[in-house]
Nanobody, 125 residues
Framework: QLQLVESGGGLVQPGGSLRLSCAPS????????IGWFRQAPGKEREEVSC????????YYTDSVKGRFTVSRDNAKNTVYLQMNSLRPEDTAAYFC??????????????????WGQGTQVTVAS
């Protein structure tokens, strides 16, 4: 049974960078579409980015376009979310999830069935 573990979160100053990783146990990630989501305190979960199984297709929500890059290394069985030019409003718990819908136009959070526990990203000076 697939389980996901996120890592790489932390405290960073505005304008800084972090790289999140999503790694599996129990299966190989190459078989799954992977999505990244975030949830800030008191707010609803937000779709951030996703990547197809081959990596050829990606999606970004408007607020992170040009700043975040999703990628995958199937040989290392890991999906990454490179986050640059971070802003205080990026502060949230970030989650990766597997198996859902990911097109260049949208990602559908309710279609993702397997979720990690999340990693906290805090952007503050």
């Amino acid at each position: 049974q697939l389980q996901l573990v996120e890592s790489g979160g932390g405290l960073v100053q505005p304008g800084g960078s972090l790289r999140l990783s999503c790694a599996p146990s129990g299966s190989d990630l190459e078989y799954y579409v992977i999505g990244w989501f975030r949830q800030a305190p008191g707010k609803e979960r937000e779709e951030v980015s996703c990547i197809s199984r081959s990596g050829a297709r990606t999606y970004y929500t408007d607020s992170v376009k040009g700043r975040f890059t999703v990628s995958r290394d199937n040989a290392k069985n890991t999906v990454y979310l490179q986050m640059n030019s971070l802003r205080p409003e990026d502060t949230a718990a970030y989650f990766c999830a597997a198996g859902g819908v990911c097109t260049t136009a949208e990602m559908i959070s309710t279609s993702y069935k397997t979720w990690g526990q999340g990693t906290q990203v805090t952007v503050a000076s």
